[in-house]
């Protein structure tokens, strides 16, 4: 069984490369579903249907243990898969999300105002306040959507993506730490340190490796049934030159591919 790792884009790399840092003897495929991206601005309709695909997608790939490194995914999609989704289509499989290992990360700061900064949808579902709050109800937590990051992100417009965070980085007041809340944004993390010098960053792809090990040495029965071949497999469902740069910079080496159904093309 491998471990499968899915995003609507960049960001999901990111974090399969803290997994791999971490963890690199495992075998991981990881599936972007860059045909649909940004998923900040659908409906939760459309993001549940989305991520639902990809589950059987991977779950067909021999994928024991899913991570979503999506929190716009994880904040819509999550629930349902794991208590209605999982159980009656493949109940060995596990699926995890990527808000809960940050947010306590970010409880652990002891902050007394935390900031989460992420897509529109993300920031409607309020799910990083809700889990906050659940570890610390006294929290004060402030919300920013950043609906323009991701798409200047993926559009390799950098110089744009570095002035929309001073922007967004501007509409907060008086926070101690910032939950980067989507998983494209570690790609900015140093603008948003520059942009709140004395403010503590959580990163996602800074703490995502230690958790996923974290969880594996604290569920047995879920590590031993993993491969471990040192086999890494990228897809994607829209590839461009762009992307293939991203994943060569992070990855070089490793070819990222186009599938459609079960047909490939190398990138």
């Given at each position: 069984m491998k471990i499968g790792i899915f995003d609507s884009g960049l960001g999901g790399l990111v974090i399969t490369r803290s997994f791999i840092n971490a963890l690199p003897e495992y075998d991981y495929i990881y599936y972007g579903d860059t045909a649909h991206l940004p998923y900040g601005d659908k409906t939760s309709g459309s993001i549940l249907a989305y991520t639902l695909e990809a589950m059987r997608f991977l779950i067909s790939q021999n994928c024991g243990l899913i991570i979503i490194a999506c929190n716009t995914a994880t904040s819509i999609a999550l629930r349902y898969i794991q208590q209605r989704f999982i159980p009656a289509y493949a109940p060995d499989v596990?699926?995890?999300?990527?808000?809960?290992?940050?947010?306590?990360?970010?409880?652990?700061?002891?902050?007394?105002?935390?900031?989460?900064?992420?897509?529109?949808?993300?920031?409607?579902?309020?799910?990083?306040?809700?889990?906050?709050?659940k570890i610390s109800p006294a929290m004060n937590i402030q919300e920013v959507a950043a609906p323009l990051l991701v798409p200047a992100i993926e559009n390799n417009d950098f110089a744009r993506a570095a002035q929309l965070v001073e922007n967004y980085a501007a509409e907060f007041q008086k926070i101690d730490s910032l939950i980067l809340g989507c998983t494209h944004y570690p790609l900015l993390k140093d603008c948003f340190q520059a942009a709140l010098p004395s403010v503590n960053i959580i990163s996602q792809d800074e703490l995502m490796g230690a958790k996923l090990a974290d969880y594996l040495k604290r569920h047995v029965e879920i590590d031993i049934a993993l491969s471990r071949n040192g086999e890494y497999l990228f897809l994607v469902n829209n590839l461009n030159r762009h992307y293939q740069h991203v994943a060569a910079t992070l990855f070089p080496g490793i070819p990222v591919r186009e599938v459609t159904g079960i047909t490939e093309r190398a990138g």
């Open positions: 596990k699926v995890l999300g990527v808000v809960i290992p940050t947010v306590e990360t970010a409880a652990a700061c002891s902050s007394s105002k935390i900031g989460v900064v992420a897509t529109a949808a993300t920031i409607r579902s309020h799910i990083f306040e809700q889990e906050l709050h």
